[in-house]
């Protein structure tokens, strides 16, 4: 039917029959359908909640990473592929109340004549959380933001890292070494990043084995954590976790991974 219209419509003569009340009360309150996946928001004031996302520019994605829920429920936030200049002010790129520290890619793209850099990291921090000592590292293929943070009294080094797909296994651990001059084994350590090592493939296994001689740490994350089911966004800590979840991020190929402590 087209081009129909309703002359006189009296509003207050329309009915919802107690039956359908009825049944959507009840699927509201006894029906409601289990998540498949464990959301950042689920987690109380109590943990500390640690999320990751390589979101293929925060430059574009602002706005979605603004809307989700289980980014705004994480207390720290770390993105990579940022593509941010340093002409960009902060307020562009606010997530609340949380503090932002950047790390501009100031290597690739701009020398080509490219409106924006390739990479760039950005750590995002709650108020809540209190961060002892910054600093960032940059190469051509690699990056990282660095933070000791304090939760309870307990400092915690986390590392947020991106690898680029050509940067080498051995020049990964080269650079890993590099910014974790100040190691403290006898702290909380956890990196936290886009590793680009897929962890399904075994030959993989090796680096495994070098953070776990080299820095104590295991890796906790097993499930796929790309649309075409690669692991290559990881978290390795010196300590277990016992909660470690991805979720969907709609706006990148990438998942978000997240720890709660």
Known sequence: MKALNILHLN???IRISAHVLAHIAEMREYKQLKLCYTPVYTFGEEYLKIA???????????????????ILAADIIGIAESRLTHSDPDDTYALGDAVMYRNDDAITGCAQNRVRPFHGLLIY???RVRVLEFSKYTTRNFESIYACIQWKQLPIQLYIIYKAPSCT???????????????????RVIFIGDFNIDFTQQQNKTFQAFMLDTFNCSQFVTEPTTDSG????LIFANFVLTNVHT???YWSYHKIIFTVI
């Open 169 to 187: 296994l051995q020049q990964l651990q080269m650079h890993l070494c590099n910014i974790t001059i100040d190691y403290d084994m006898q702290s």
């Open 230 to 233: 690669l692991t290559i966004d």
């Open 52 to 70: 990751f996302n390589n979101a293929t520019s925060a430059h574009r994605h602002i706005k979605d990473l603004r809307a989700d829920h289980n």
């Open 247 to 249: 979720v969907n991020a």
């Open 125 to 127: 921090v709650k108020p």
């Open 11 to 13: 509003e207050s003569e």
